[in-house]
């Protein structure tokens, strides 16, 4: 079922997104506990990313994918002394904890604790992000996929995945201020998702809950870099491997621009067959119209004209990020 709702884009939050500072509130954005000796070698084996090579101040985003190795959840996983610190995407904490905990065998020295109510976290977003962090006197790791701790503050530095931008966890007492500490050093607070969602799509960032769902796998969306291909076996690692290994990745991301808004959820047409879908679509105010679809090849090639419901729509190609 397609749907196609055109929203109005706040213009000071979409050019704080593009070339400034937006922070962006993340309350049903959970954070899990991962405890006990064993539990790096419990991710290892159930999901993509090389999780034992995880070292204390590392990051790493993995997914776990389903026996035919379609997505799961996806989620980051923070590397510390004493357990993982586990980032959920939005609204699947909970889900996340009971497939974990269902995951645990008798042998395993795995605990698994919902640390949601009382951690909080936030994600500061755009070119500005890490000046305004340094005005705002917080840590800023020098590094992607990195992260510092310091006075209880956690922030994260993410480039490859999302809105590049950081991630930062602190205890949900010390949310307001931490808000405002942002927003004083000059950030600008997002009043909803429709700024986000204009430019995430616009920078083919693909997300949970629109291209990162069971309908497809990790290759299929731009994740391979997700995907570690010289660790052990995890559930779907045989199919992901035969897709890598014979080039049997037949459909991909893609970023499609149209003089009208495409409405999400639509098939898109080549010669009248449908050879994908669109994932996610908005008006940006800097380029108009903007979507993200899933297609097959060789219709997903650049500068390939498709139809969505009777709307002409050019295929643009997505840079996938490197590991």
Not at 14 to 33: E, N
Not at 126 to 148: I, K, M, N, S, T
Request: proline letters at 5%; charged letters at 25%.
């Amino acid at each position: 079922m397609s749907d196609l709702t055109v929203v109005s884009v706040d213009e000071k939050e979409y050019q704080a997104l593009a070339s400034g500072a937006a922070l962006q509130l993340r309350p049903q954005f959970g954070v899990l506990l991962l405890g006990e000796r064993d539990r790096a070698d419990f991710l290892q084996r159930m999901t993509t990313n090389d999780i034992a090579r995880l070292q204390p101040g590392g990051a790493a985003l993995t997914i776990l994918t389903s026996p035919v190795a379609r997505i799961d959840a996806v989620f980051c996983v923070l590397g510390r002394q004493d357990d993982l610190m586990l980032l959920s995407s939005d609204g699947q904490a909970d889900s996340l904890r009971q497939h974990l905990q269902s995951q645990i065998f008798f042998m395993d020295k795995v605990t698994v604790t919902d640390e949601s109510a009382n951690l909080g976290r936030l994600r500061l977003l755009g070119p500005a992000a890490g000046e305004l962090l340094q005005a705002a006197g917080l840590p800023q790791p020098a590094a992607d996929d990195h992260f510092l701790e310091e006075d209880s503050v956690i922030v994260l530095r993410q480039e490859r995945y999302d809105i590049p931008g950081y991630e930062i966890i602190n205890s949900v007492d010390k949310m307001d201020a931490l808000q405002e500490r942002l927003t004083d050093a000059g950030a600008v607070l997002l009043a909803g998702a429709d700024s986000y969602e204009a430019r995430r799509i616009e920078l083919g960032r693909p997300r949970p809950g629109k291209e990162l769902t069971d309908a497809f796998s990790p290759l299929e969306t731009g994740m391979a870099w997700v995907c570690a291909e010289d660790k052990g076996c995890y559930t779907g690692q045989e199919i992901i491997a035969r897709q890598l290994t014979y080039d049997k990745v037949t459909r991909t991301l893609v970023r499609l621009r149209s003089e009208l808004p495409l409405p999400e959820g639509a098939a898109a047409r080549f010669d009248g067959r449908a050879v994908g879908t669109v994932t996610s679509s908005a008006v940006s105010p800097s380029t108009g119209p903007v979507a993200l679809a899933v297609l097959k090849r060789p219709h997903n090639a650049e500068g390939v004209e498709v139809t969505v419901e009777g709307i002409a729509a050019y295929v643009e190609q997505i840079s996938v990020p490197s590991i």
